[in-house]
């Protein structure tokens, strides 16, 4: 039962949050972008950092099919663990690796290794989420900026109820508008569709139950793993960030990660990412 002070369905005590950053070497458009090295460290090595900044998260690890990426971690203090290469997503993946532990945690958190400007605060605003008992899977989402990103099929857009739940992404624009000239703008006021941002968070149970569905037709049609856990009627809560984070898709992408890397950090380790260990629980 819930006590006096308690709401009804909320988390009782920290939850327990693993971090696991997916890493496959035969990325599509950058082949082996984690490994890139130009600041003097690895992509995935500036990701893990980063969400080791978030003190809501106890274990972070990578899980990849690379033995460099592997080495690279050993050297860095980075815990990484091998999955199979033949993944269909980084959900897959992610899911191998929680197989691999001996330890149980509340909520798992998947980001892509090549996330490195991902906000260590959005990821709080993610957790928080988790502290209702009845929410299974959450991601991240934030304002659309132009006109562009709403027409770009490389933008996800999603929609969401009263509830704060998604109704589906897409990467058409979305919702349709009844007159053309209102698709000439990015929405006014409340907005109607928000900018996706591929971060996500799930339950144990909930995470090996994605993995155990069979792709669905919407899914398929835009190429949006996401879709899958909506087809099959299932809720996922879309929490509000306040950074949308730069991945890096292309070589363009990487060298302006560089850029602003080196105008951030002078020297190639300024400053120097210390082992990631997991944190120790509270007395």
């Not at 959450?138 to 009263?162: G, Q, Y």
Request: charged share 25%; proline share 7%.
């Amino acid at each position: 039962m819930s006590s006096a002070n308690q709401e009804p369905g909320s988390q009782q005590g920290p939850l327990r949050v693993l971090a696991v950053l997916p890493a496959r070497l035969a990325s599509t458009r950058l082949e082996r972008k984690v490994l890139l090295a130009e600041t003097g460290l690895p992509l995935f090595a500036h990701t893990a950092s980063q969400v080791n900044r978030c003190d809501a998260i106890k274990r972070v690890l990578v899980a990849t099919d690379g033995e460099e990426v592997m080495e690279w971690g050993t050297r860095l203090g980075i815990e990484v663990v091998m999955t199979d290469a033949d993944h269909a997503s980084g959900t897959d993946r992610v899911q191998e690796a929680v197989e691999q532990l001996d330890e149980a945690f509340d909520v798992i958190l998947n980001v892509q290794a090549d996330e490195p400007d991902v906000e260590p605060e959005d990821l709080r605003r993610l957790v928080r989420a988790f502290e209702c008992e009845t929410v299974e899977a959450a991601t991240l989402a934030t304002p659309l900026l132009s006109a562009d990103d709403l027409a770009s099929p490389n933008v996800v857009k999603v929609t969401r109820d009263a509830q704060g739940r998604a109704l589906y992404f897409s990467r058409a624009p979305i919702p349709c508008r009844s007159h053309a000239r209102d698709t000439d703008r990015a929405p006014a006021g409340a907005p109607l569709a928000l900018r996706h941002v591929g971060v996500y968070a799930y339950r144990p149970a909930a995470l090996a139950r994605f993995c155990s569905l069979e792709k669905g037709a919407l899914e398929v049609a835009e190429n949006l793993e996401q879709l899958r856990w909506l087809e099959a009627g299932h809720a996922m809560t879309v929490v509000d960030a306040e950074h949308t984070p730069r991945g890096i898709d292309t070589r363009e992408d990487y060298d302006a990660f560089v850029e602003r890397h080196g105008r951030a950090h002078p020297t190639p380790t300024d400053p120097p990412i210390a082992p990631i260990a997991p944190r120790m629980e509270s007395p």
